[in-house]
């Protein structure tokens, strides 16, 4: 494994030994204090972002490594017109790896077909973002203890948002998933995916409108926040931008077990009044997403403790 683009550029066996080590890194913090000293991170974000870039500069900065970088498109040669093939050779001069963030789809697999450096894709577009996949599947893992046997609800934004269709990417390779979509048909998960993932390989799903009747059914429900940076038209983002909104009231029928997800950031679609449930896992998620990106950079650097 040269680059992480896609989450299907890890076999199943290579996400278990990530989630492995990142329980061994959180277990036993003390023994990869230095293992990428002398090593550097890039982290170059053309969008916005603050659980995925710090946690990926904690990672490394736990690690012993250190971090350069900028955090948006405006503080970099982007600006001026550079492309991101210069950037990234350019960049490679200076680090050891790379992290990359793009609104553009495919932006991170173009840069890494010109350097020799680990690039490790951020985010790009609505495409893909497998670090937030492999930081869902560990705390499932280790809130279930388990990645087979699950019925699993997305709800909210289900066309735009990236790490939905990482995910469901990513579990369609482990047995007896059941996948609910829950959202309003302007929203819903794009045709690609109901035909080369559900379909494909025949695995069961369906779509709602409303996630108080299918919540009982629940083992874990994956809550995502309506994109206002994806809208081309203000109107359609204001109309469906409260769509689902979860409360105390729409979990009275929710199993006592259930996991509460969200990769964050949050704006109204959880009510803060469930940040005390204790099935709430959000805040874990982003301690977890800190765990995987440890064990994702020392896997792609080749260090070891």
Same mark, same amino acid.
């Given at each position: 494994m040269k680059h992480l683009i896609d989450p299907m550029d890890l076999s199943v066996d290579d996400v278990d030994r990530l989630l492995n080590l990142a329980d061994e890194i959180s277990s036993r913090p003390e023994k990869y204090r230095e293992v990428c000293r002398y090593k550097k991170l890039a982290t170059l974000f053309f969008?916005? /972002?603050?659980?995925?870039? %710090?946690?990926?500069?904690?990672?490394?900065?736990?690690?012993?490594? #250190?971090? $350069?970088?900028? /955090?948006?498109?405006?503080?970099? /040669?982007? *600006?001026?017109? &550079?492309?991101?093939?210069?950037?990234?050779?350019?960049? *490679?001069?200076?680090?050891?790896?790379?992290?990359?963030? +793009?609104?553009? &789809?495919?932006?991170?697999?173009?840069?890494?077909? +010109?350097?020799?450096?680990?690039?490790? !894709?951020?985010?790009?577009?609505? +495409? !893909? +973002?497998? =670090?937030? =996949?492999?930081?869902?599947? %560990?705390?499932?893992?280790? &809130?279930?203890?388990?990645? !087979? !046997? %699950?019925?699993?609800?997305?709800?909210?934004?289900?066309?735009?948002?990236?790490?939905?269709?990482?995910?469901?990417?990513?579990? #369609?390779?482990?047995?007896?998933? =059941?996948?609910?979509?829950? #959202?309003?048909?302007? %929203?819903?998960?794009? &045709?690609? $995916?109901?035909?080369?993932?559900?379909e494909k390989k025949n695995i069961p799903f369906r779509e709602a409108r409303r996630m108080e009747e299918v919540m009982p059914e629940l083992d874990i429900i994956y809550m995502t926040r309506v994109q206002r940076e994806r809208f081309f038209n203000e109107a359609d983002y204001v109309r469906l931008k409260d769509s689902y909104i979860l409360d105390p009231e729409k979990l009275k029928n929710a199993k006592a077990d259930l996991s509460i997800l969200h990769p964050l950031p949050r704006v109204n679609e959880i009510s803060v009044k469930v940040d005390e449930d204790p099935r709430a896992c959000y805040f874990k998620q982003a301690l977890n997403g800190k765990h995987v990106r440890m064990a994702l950079i020392m896997d792609l650097l080749g260090v070891m403790a």
């Amino acid at each position: 494994m040269k680059h992480l683009i896609d989450p299907m550029d890890l076999s199943v066996d290579d996400v278990d030994r990530l989630l492995n080590l990142a329980d061994e890194i959180s277990s036993r913090p003390e023994k990869y204090r230095e293992v990428c000293r002398y090593k550097k991170l890039a982290t170059l974000f053309f969008e916005p /972002s603050t659980r995925t870039r %710090l946690s990926f500069e904690a990672a490394m900065m736990e690690l012993g490594g #250190s971090v $350069l970088g900028f /955090s948006s498109a405006d503080s970099s /040669s982007a *600006a001026k017109g &550079e492309s991101i093939a210069d950037t990234a050779r350019t960049v *490679a001069c200076y680090a050891d790896i790379i992290a990359m963030r +793009h609104p553009k &789809e495919g932006a991170p697999y173009v840069a890494s077909k +010109h350097v020799d450096i680990p690039i490790i !894709n951020a985010g790009d577009g609505g +495409h !893909n +973002h497998p =670090t937030q =996949t492999l930081t869902d599947l %560990l705390t499932i893992r280790r &809130e279930k203890g388990r990645l !087979n !046997n %699950l019925t699993i609800g997305f709800c909210g934004d289900l066309k735009f948002g990236r790490t939905v269709h990482s995910l469901i990417k990513a579990l #369609s390779r482990y047995e007896n998933i =059941t996948f609910i979509m829950i #959202s309003p048909e302007e %929203l819903q998960i794009p &045709e690609y $995916l109901k035909k080369d993932v559900f379909e494909k390989k025949n695995i069961p799903f369906r779509e709602a409108r409303r996630m108080e009747e299918v919540m009982p059914e629940l083992d874990i429900i994956y809550m995502t926040r309506v994109q206002r940076e994806r809208f081309f038209n203000e109107a359609d983002y204001v109309r469906l931008k409260d769509s689902y909104i979860l409360d105390p009231e729409k979990l009275k029928n929710a199993k006592a077990d259930l996991s509460i997800l969200h990769p964050l950031p949050r704006v109204n679609e959880i009510s803060v009044k469930v940040d005390e449930d204790p099935r709430a896992c959000y805040f874990k998620q982003a301690l977890n997403g800190k765990h995987v990106r440890m064990a994702l950079i020392m896997d792609l650097l080749g260090v070891m403790a």
